[in-house]
C-alpha cells in the first residue's frame, strides 16, 4: 500500500493511497484519533455522500468509531465562512468539544472548507483528509493549506492546518463527472513537468488506460504526484519560494478564471491553458528548448479538447497584475527549463506574456 511520509518540522504525517482505502478508512481513523473518547465529525456534501458515504460510515461502524455526519453544499460558491459558521454551529449541537476529529470527505471545496473549520473550531481540532476528486486527491488535500473565499477574490481568508492523514482511495473517482476528472488530471502533468520526468513520460504514454480510470495507472499517478507536492511542502512548508513551482500554469490559468468570471474554466482547464501559455513563454524567453515547449503543449491538448479561452487579451493581462503572488510588480512566472525542472523568472516582458495569451486564444 503506498504510503508517501510529508516530513514537516513538526506534525508529520502519511498520505496512503490505495484502491478500496475507503472500506478500510475507520481502522486508519482509528490509529490518528487524538483520545480514546474521541468522536469523529465526517463533513461532507450531499453528492459525495449520495455515492460513498454508506461505504465510509459501515467502515467507521465495523471500526467501532463514534461518529456524526455534517453536510455542506460542495461547488465554489459554497466555500464561504457561511458553510464554516453552519458547520461549526451543527458540531456544536452534536456536543464535539476539544477532541473530536473532522474528516473532510469530498472535494477541494469540502477539503478546505473543513480544514479551515478544523483549524478554527475551538481553535484548533485535528483533521483527516478524504479527498473524493481527483483535483483534490493529488493536490488539495496534501500541503495544509485551507481557507474560504471572499465576494473579492478566492482563498482570502485561510490558515495553515497540516492533516493528521490523507487516505486516498482511487476507486472513488468512478463517479466523478468526466469534465471534473480530466482537469483533474493537467494538475498531476503539472507535477511532472516541475519535478518529475518519469511522471510526465508514463502520463503520455498511458492516457488511453488513464482516461478509462484504470485503476493501477491511476494510483500510479496520484502517488506520484503527491511525492512531487509532499517533496515541496517538506522544504517550504509555509508557501514561499520553493513552494512557488507549485504554481506552473497557475498565473495566466488564475487570471484567466478571473477574466471570465470563474464560469467558462474548471480550475485544471484554466491551468492546462496556463500551462499551454508558459511552456510558450519559456520558449520565447529561451528558458528551455523548443523541444520541450512541443512536448509540454502536446501532451496537455492531448487528454481532452479545452474550453476556448473566449476574453480580452487585456483583461487577462490586467488580471496577472493584481494576482496576490505579484511580488513588487514584477510578474513571476514558474518556467520549465526541461520536463522535470523548472525555474522561477521574474525578467518576463509584458510583451511577451501578451502574446502567450494571443497565443492561446489563436490555438484554442
Ligand atoms: N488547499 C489547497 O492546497 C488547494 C489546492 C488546489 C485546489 N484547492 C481548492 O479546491 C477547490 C476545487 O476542488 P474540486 O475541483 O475538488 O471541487 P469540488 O469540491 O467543488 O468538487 C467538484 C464536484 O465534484 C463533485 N464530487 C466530488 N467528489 C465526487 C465523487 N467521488 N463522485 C461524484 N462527484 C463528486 C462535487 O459534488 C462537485 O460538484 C477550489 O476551491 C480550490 O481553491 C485547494
Ligand atoms: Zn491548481
Not at 239 to 265: C, K, M, P, W
Amino acid at each position: 500500500m503506498p504510503r508517501i511520509r510529508v516530513k514537516l518540522k513538526q506534525n508529520s504525517y502519511d498520505v496512503i493511497v490505495s484502491a478500496g482505502l475507503l472500506r478500510r478508512a475507520g481502522r486508519e481513523l482509528r490509529r490518528v484519533l487524538p483520545s480514546k473518547s474521541s468522536r469523529v465529525f465526517v463533513v461532507t456534501s450531499p453528492t459525495v455522500y449520495h455515492h460513498w458515504g454508506g461505504v465510509l460510515e459501515v467502515s467507521l461502524q465495523q471500526a467501532r468509531v463514534p461518529y456524526q455526519i455534517v453536510q455542506m453544499n460542495d461547488g465554489e460558491p459554497a466555500k464561504r465562512l457561511q458553510s464554516v459558521e453552519q458547520l461549526a454551529e451543527q458540531m456544536v449541537d452534536a456536543r464535539a468539544d476539544r477532541k473530536s476529529l473532522i474528516v473532510a470527505f469530498g472535494g477541494g471545496v469540502i477539503g478546505d472548507s473543513a480544514g479551515f473549520l478544523a483549524a478554527i473550531f475551538m481553535r484548533g481540532v485535528p483533521v483527516v483528509q478524504i479527498p473524493t476528486t481527483y483535483l483534490a486527491q493529488v493536490d488539495a488535500s496534501v500541503g495544509g493549506k485551507t481557507g474560504v473565499n471572499l465576494r473579492a477574490g478566492k482563498n482570502l481568508i485561510g490558515a495553515f492546518h497540516q492533516p493528521r492523514a490523507v487516505l486516498v482511495d482511487p476507486e472513488v473517482l468512478d463517479t466523478l463527472e468526466d469534465r471534473e476528472f480530466v482537469a483533474g488530471l493537467y494538475e498531476a502533468l503539472k507535477c511532472g513537468v516541475i519535478r518529475d520526468a518519469k511522471l510526465f513520460d508514463f502520463m503520455v504514454r498511458n492516457r488511453a488506460k488513464i482516461l478509462a480510470r484504470d485503476r493501477k495507472a491511476l494510483e500510479r499517478t496520484i502517488v506520484s504526484s503527491v511525492r512531487v507536492k509532499a517533496s515541496v511542502v517538506a522544504a517550504d512548508e509555509k508557501e514561499s519560494d520553493l513552494r512557488r513551482i507549485l504554481n506552473f500554469g497557475h498565473t495566466v490559468g488564475h487570471a484567466l478564471e478571473a477574466a471570465t468570471g470563474y464560469s467558462q474554466f474548471l480550475h485544471g482547464e484554466a491551468v492546462a491553458w496556463g500551462m499551454i501559455a508558459a511552456a510558450f513563454i519559456a520558449g520565447e524567453v529561451r528558458a528551455c528548448r523548443a523541444e520541450t515547449v512541443q512536448q509540454i503543449q502536446t501532451a496537455v491538448r492531448a487528454y481532452a479538447a479545452l474550453p476556448p479561452v473566449v476574453c480580452g487579451t487585456d483583461d487577462v493581462l490586467e488580471r496577472l497584475t493584481v494576482d496576490k503572488k505579484t511580488v513588487g510588480g514584477a510578474i513571476h512566472f514558474v518556467l520549465p527549463e526541461r520536463i522535470g525542472r523548472t525555474r522561477i523568472s521574474a525578467e518576463v516582458p509584458e510583451e511577451v506574456v501578451r502574446r502567450a495569451v494571443e497565443h492561446i486564444k489563436a490555438h484554442a
